[in-house]
Each structure stands twice: as C-alpha cells, then as structure tokens.
C-alpha cells in the first residue's frame, strides 16, 4: 500500500474518531440523547465498532510513524510495519469482545 | 552610443566624497569579536575541538570575510567552502550562533548581537567533511532521486524541439519561488526529522519533486509518485516550517511539501496536477496542415 494511502486512511479515522467519539460521549452523558442513541443497541456497537478501530488504526500508524523515523533503516521499516499491523489487529479483536461483552451481545 | 553616455555620467563631488565617506565608515573597524570555530577533521582528529580567534571588525565584514581573513592570518588549515561570496551559490551556509544561515550573506556584527562571541559549526544533520564543510554526498544523492530535470512523454518532440512549450503567468507563478532554491543545504539541516531519519528526502529534494511535477511542461508525475510517496517521502514532514524559516533564499519548502501531499491526495480521486503543455509551433502546424 502507497504511504498517501495509509496517511489519508489516517485522516479519514481521525475525523471518524470526532464523529463516532461525539456519538459516544452523547449517548453516556446526555440523558434524552443517550437513550435515543442506545435504543439500538447494534447500531451503537456499530458506532462504538468504527470508534475502536478508526481510534486504533490512527493511534498506532501514529507509532509506526515515530518508529520508522527512529530507526529509518529500510529492512526495518517493512518489519516495523507488520509488527504494528499484526499488534494493531490483535488489539482490535480483543477490544471488540471487551465491547460486545459490556454491551450484553455475548 | 552607449559609451558615450558611460562617459558623460560623472558623480558629481559632493556625491562622490559621500559614498567614499560612507564606504570608509562601513569598513572602520569598530569592535573586537571572539570567533569560536569547530575544528573536525574525521580523517585525523579522534574528537572535534573549539579553537577561538579574535578579530577586529568594521560594521560592512561578513562572516565569511572574517573567515578569510582568519584563514589567511591565523589559521591556514582552516577547512571552509565559498564561491560566489554574494549569496548565489549556497556553498558557505554554515551554523552561525545556532542557526543555519549563509556566511556571505551575514555580518558579523548582525550575527554577534549585543555579544561579542559569534559560534561557527558546521551545519546540523549533515556529515562533517573538515572542520566548517559539510559532506554533501547524501543531499546531492536525494535532489537526484527526485529527477529534478522537465521529463516529457513526446520524446521527439524533446529531442528535436519545434518550439518554445506554451505557459501562462498563472502556470509558471505555481512553481516560480521553488526555482529560486540554491541547494545550500540549510533547509535539510533545519529540518527536525531529517535529524533522526536519514533516509528522509528532506525538504529540498521534496519542494523540487513539487516544482517539476507542476510545471505544465513536465509529464513526470507518475515516474516521481513512487519516489515522493513512500515511507521516507513528504508524509514524514510534520510541517515543523523550520526548512521556511532559515531558507537564505526565502523559498518556502514547507509549503511546496504540504502542497505535493495535497496533490497526492487529489490523484487518489483521479485530479490531475495540470493539463499537460503544448509544443505550440508543432501545433499551429498540424493545425494547418490539418
């Protein structure tokens, strides 16, 4: 994948973290809009779904950025790569059980 | 004719005894500055070292004047670059009191300040080739990698040229200031990732990358996009404008990278920089012949 790719998938997540963020900060916080929100339960592990992934992709391609600047070594920066890839895939699998499981679908 | 007219042109005087007044006033020596300057040489010395000069200077001397003077008087080993001595070439950009800038273009007495110590290293994230010449092997090696040359698709029409290429103001005023860029080195020095990730192109090589790619003359989009877009390209510029800041030539490189990452995100939806330009007497004679 072309690096414009991954750094414009970074900003596209960054925008959906305010847009899904704010969904999530509505429903816990706002009483009337909370249980509108939450009257779907699917559609708000939907949202809190984008949330982790969009939140995750961004925060660790921010890493993969930090490493490939510190250890500019080209080998490096393939390995750096995967391992974030891999890391970052893991997390999400795991976050999306912790989700499911708070929101009473498992 | 215009002999003549060189000949009739005399100074009048009063004018004359003025600019020789102020000329001598420039170059009076008016206070003594401490030089401090790094000694290096990677071949001999096992550690840099800090040697000091002191000099008397007139309000008009330079750094690099200053230099010349120390070299020829005190210190012949003295390891510096110069050329052109009027800011054109970008040989002596050097570290003056931390900050990059070009040694014949600076006057001591702007550089000291209030102080009267002015600190001459060579410039940051750059090899040291002797004492205040830096090794520009990389940096010439990456403004290559850009392919900083007009790339053309009709390659008859390149080798056998019919005619001037048809530009507009608008055109040619998209990618003017980057042509004004000396290759002096101070921008990469500046630059804050440049100092941890050497294989990063750095903002000369990346603001000549956008200058070719929007001159309407050029079709070698697609033959820098791998070059530009990787790991090491224009995403790693977190727009610090450091590079901005201490160009002597007053070129903005970091605004020539974040337009290059715009550019590579309007090709994702299919925008094209620019209409290919048009060989136009070829034209006008196919049009006729047509």
């Known amino acids: 994948m072309r690096e414009s790719t991954i750094m414009f998938l970074h900003y596209v997540a960054a925008v959906l973290i305010m847009i899904t963020g704010l969904i999530h900060l509505l429903a816990n916080n ?25 939140l995750l ?23 750096i790569s995967w391992a974030i890839l891999i890391v970052g895939i893991v997390t999400y699998a795991v976050g999306l059980q912790v989700l499911m499981v708070a929101l009473g679908f498992a | ?34 030089f401090r300057i790094y000694k290096y040489n990677p071949r001999k010395d096992y550690a840099p070292h800090w040697e000091e ?33 009027m800011g054109l070439c970008g040989s002596c950009a050097m570290m003056i009191n931390g900050k990059q800038m070009l040694a014949c273009q600076t006057r001591v007495l702007e550089a000291a300040g209030s102080g009267d110590v002015v600190e001459l290293r060579p410039l940051d994230n750059f090899p040291v080739e002797r004492d205040l010449a830096a090794d520009f092997t990389s940096f010439f090696e990456k403004h290559r990698a850009v392919k900083p040359w007009i790339i053309r698709n009709d390659e008859v029409e390149l080798n056998n040229p019919t005619g001037p290429y048809k530009q507009t103001v608008d055109e040619y ?13 101070a921008c990469l020095s500046a630059c804050p990732t440049a100092a941890t990730d050497y294989e990063y192109l750095g903002p000369q090589a990346l603001a000549q ?36 800041d201490v160009c002597p030539r007053g070129v903005d490189p970091a605004q020539g990278i974040q337009l290059l990452k715009k550019l590579l995100i309007k090709r994702k939806f299919g925008l094209k920089p620019h209409k290919p330009a048009e060989a136009l007497p070829a034209k006008v004679k196919a049009e006729k012949e047509g």
């Open chain 2, 53 to 85: 000069h002191e000099l008397e200077v007139s309000r008009g001397m330079t750094v690099l004047d200053a230099l010349l003077i120390i070299k020829g008087e005190t210190d012949h080993s003295l390891g510096i670059r110069y050329s052109c001595r």
């Open chain 2, 209 to 244: 990358a956008y200058r070719y790619i929007v001159d309407t003359r050029d079709d070698g989009l697609d033959v820098r996009i791998p070059i530009v877009d990787t790991e090491h390209g224009c995403w790693r510029c977190h727009f610090a404008a450091s590079c901005s």
């Open chain 2, 173 to 185: 005023a998209r990618y003017y200031q980057f042509t004004d860029c000396i290759k002096c080195g």
């Open chain 2, 1 to 34: 004719m215009a002999s003549e007219e060189a000949k009739e042109y005399v100074l009048p005087p009063e004018v004359l005894e003025e600019t020789v007044k102020a000329s001598e006033e420039l170059w009076k020596p008016v206070r003594k500055i401490k």
């Open chain 1, 30 to 54: 706002d009483p009337v809009i909370g249980a509108a929100i939450k009257a779907s339960p699917v559609l708000y592990l939907g949202n809190m779904a984008i949330f982790l992934a969009a």
């Open chain 1, 57 to 79: 992709y961004h925060a660790f391609n921010g890493v993969r950025v930090i490493l490939i600047e510190m250890v500019p070594d080209r080998c490096w920066t393939k390995w």
